[in-house]
């Protein structure tokens, strides 16, 4: 995937970009690579993908990094950015997988399942 899109929109927008993408598929047009998230309330998309998250995401967009790298970049509690990873998976916007650490067990790293995320709030 080549690039996310986080936006704040109401239903009626939801689906009006859902009825665009049906009509393309039935033309057989090519799609995007990306994927659109949407908050129908852009304060709760703020909200969701706090400072503290934007950061995390921005340390793994280009190179991925362990749980303790994170917090250790971050100046953050290892448990708070373990969480934050925890929610910005089930969001869809990293991933992370169990790896070997030689010497100490196991070892969580992460990554962005893009390198590109636009953040996009229209007010009015």
């Known amino acids: 995937m080549t690039r996310i899109v986080i936006r704040g929109d109401?239903?009626?927008?939801?689906f009006s970009r859902a009825?665009?993408?049906a009509r393309r598929a039935d033309r057989k047009e090519a799609f995007?690579?990306?994927v659109t998230l949407?908050?129908?309330d852009p304060q709760r998309m703020f909200t969701v993908l706090s400072e503290g998250r934007r950061r995390l995401m921005l340390e793994v967009m280009h190179e991925s990094r362990t749980i303790n790298e994170l917090s250790h970049r971050?100046?953050?509690n290892r448990s708070a950015v373990t969480k934050d990873v925890g929610?910005?998976?089930?969001m869809g916007l990293l991933v992370s997988q169990r790896q070997s650490n030689p010497g100490h067990?196991?070892?969580?790293?992460v990554r962005?399942?893009?390198p590109r995320i636009e953040m996009v709030a229209m007010l009015g």
């Open 74 to 76: 971050l100046r953050r």
């Open 32 to 34: 995007e690579d990306k």
């Open 87 to 90: 929610l910005l998976e089930k």
């Open 112 to 114: 962005s399942v893009a």
């Open 10 to 14: 109401d239903v009626a927008g939801f």
């Open 105 to 109: 067990g196991i070892q969580k790293v």
């Open 19 to 21: 009825k665009d993408a």
């Open 38 to 40: 949407s908050f129908e």
